[in-house]
């Protein structure tokens, strides 16, 4: 079902597609537009109950394609090595795993779909970072580091909410 909040989502890609143009501040504005429809869409969808399980893969998979895209712009531009991307998406090889997980589980069909803490802490870093990329700040390494603990921590997470659920 597509609705605003999904349309919002949608709006990311298109987005990351700024960064094949050369210019920090287009860039910067497409980040910061994608800050702003990942905010508020999820926001507006419970707000106009019009939550869907397409809008709970949806608004993140587009996260996921604006990251991955900028990312991959960065690196073809030198700006970003790779073992710092890797690190920047480890929190997806995670979530690989616990869908794996699922699948092999038979869970997969009952599992509550939604935002973990983590994940939005890691998005938002992650759009942070590529801010500084952008404009050629150095990025400390052990912010990359960061991105792998709190992977470790939304992995952790996730079990505990599919244990929370199979218990009620």
Same mark, same amino acid.
């Given at each position: /079902?597509?609705?605003l909040?999904?349309s #919002?989502?949608?709006?990311? $890609?298109?987005?990351?597609? !700024?960064?094949? %143009?050369?210019?920090?501040?287009?860039?910067? /504005? $497409?980040?910061?537009?994608a800050?702003? @429809?990942?905010?508020i869409?999820?926001y507006? +969808?419970?707000?106009? &109950? @019009?939550?869907s399980?397409?809008g709970?893969?949806?608004?993140?998979?587009m996260? &996921?394609f604006f !990251?991955f895209?900028?990312?991959?712009?960065? *690196? /073809?531009?030198s700006?970003?090595e790779?073992s710092?991307?890797?690190?920047? %998406?480890?929190r997806? *090889?995670?979530?690989?795993?616990?869908?794996?997980?699922?699948?092999?589980s038979?869970?997969w069909? @009952?599992?509550?779909?939604r935002?973990?803490r983590?994940? &939005?802490?890691t998005t +938002?870093?992650q759009?942070?970072v590529? %801010?500084?990329l952008?404009?050629?700040?150095?990025i400390?390494f052990?912010?990359?580091?960061? *991105?792998? %603990?709190?992977?470790l921590?939304? #992995?952790?997470?996730?079990f505990q909410? &599919?244990?929370?659920?199979?218990?009620?």
């Amino acid at each position: /079902m597509f609705n605003l909040s999904n349309s #919002l989502s949608l709006l990311r $890609a298109p987005l990351a597609l !700024v960064f094949l %143009v050369e210019s920090p501040t287009l860039r910067l /504005m $497409a980040i910061l537009l994608a800050m702003i @429809t990942d905010s508020i869409d999820g926001y507006l +969808a419970r707000r106009s &109950k @019009t939550t869907s399980r397409l809008g709970a893969v949806l608004d993140p998979a587009m996260d &996921k394609f604006f !990251v991955f895209f900028a990312l991959g712009v960065l *690196f /073809m531009e030198s700006r970003i090595e790779i073992s710092q991307v890797l690190m920047m %998406v480890s929190r997806d *090889f995670s979530l690989c795993l616990f869908g794996l997980y699922l699948s092999l589980s038979g869970l997969w069909q @009952t599992y509550e779909f939604r935002a973990i803490r983590w994940g &939005k802490i890691t998005t +938002a870093l992650q759009f942070l970072v590529l %801010v500084g990329l952008t404009f050629g700040y150095p990025i400390p390494f052990y912010l990359y580091y960061s *991105f792998i %603990v709190f992977s470790l921590f939304g #992995l952790y997470e996730l079990f505990q909410f &599919k244990k929370l659920s199979s218990q009620s």
